[in-house]
T-cell receptor, first 114, second 113 residues
Framework: NAGVTQTPKFRVLKTGQSMTLLCAQD?????MYWYRQDPGMGLRLIHY???????AKGEVPDGYNVSRLKKQNFLLGLESAAPSQTSVYFC?????????????FGPGTRLTVL | GDSVTQMEGPVTLSEEAFLTINCTYT??????LFWYVQYPGEGLQLLLK?????DKGSNKGFEATYRKETTSFHLEKGSVQVSDSAVYFC????????????FGGGTRLMVKP
């Protein structure tokens, strides 16, 4: 049981390049989330999904797109990277039951945009 | 909208000292409250939670009590260890459709031997 995994762990991009971050979970969770973590600002929600084939915007969605084609995977895309997107990105998942359960986090992806 | 405010760090303590990290919140209704911990180089993991007023969450010697009258959820530990050095995040969920969490800015704790 690997929990939540993220690929890649580190990446350096040049301004204008594109990339996709992959999140996978093996806990059969319905809900999945993408956050970014910046110093002193905690974690801010980018996009989330409440089930396969569904996505919704979070607090800071601009410049990002997501897809949830399979229940276990949640992809985060940057079409044209900007230095302001330099951050640590975390994926999380939760069962989505009516009871508010804990979110399980991946180890993070450190992205630098030059 | 919802918000969570934590004391700014870093908090530097000697081993076996008493720890308090303050957390206050603003939310509609009756949110669930959480403390998450992030060890160096890792993702966040749940430390404890409380789902209604006057509930006390506890884990690994840490405690926090849901105080609705003061809208607070302060984290405490009686005797910290070097291994407790980490970043601590207070968070809430107000039962919205996506069970989304609102996080505070995080408090870095450094414990010296």
């Amino acid at each position: 049981n690997a929990g939540v995994t993220q690929t890649p762990k580190f990446r350096v991009l040049k301004t204008g390049q594109s990339m996709t971050l992959l999140c996978a979970q093996d806990m059969n969770h319905e809900y999945m989330y993408w956050y970014r973590q910046d110093p002193g600002m905690g974690l801010r929600l980018i996009h989330y999904s409440v089930g396969e084939g569904t996505t919704a915007k979070g607090e800071v969605p601009d410049g990002y797109n997501v897809s949830r084609l399979k229940k276990q995977n949640f992809l985060l895309g940057l079409e044209s990277a900007a230095p302001s997107q330099t951050s640590v990105y975390f994926c999380a998942s939760t069962s989505g039951a009516k009871i508010i359960n804990e979110q399980f986090f991946g180890p993070g992806t450190r992205l630098t945009v030059l | 909208g919802d918000s969570v405010t934590q004391m700014e760090g870093p908090v530097t303590l000697s081993e076996e000292a008493f720890l308090t990290i303050n957390c206050t919140y603003t939310a509609t209704g009756y949110p669930s409250l959480f403390w998450y911990v992030q060890y160096p180089g890792e993702g966040l993991q749940l430390l404890l939670k409380a789902t209604k007023a006057d509930d006390k969450g506890s884990n690994k010697g840490f405690e926090a009590t849901y105080r609705k009258e003061t809208t607070s959820f302060h984290l405490e530990k009686g005797s910290v260890q070097v291994s407790d050095s980490a970043v601590y995040f207070c968070a809430l969920s107000d039962g919205n459709a996506g069970n989304m969490l609102t996080f505070g800015g995080g408090t870095r704790l450094m414990v010296k031997p």
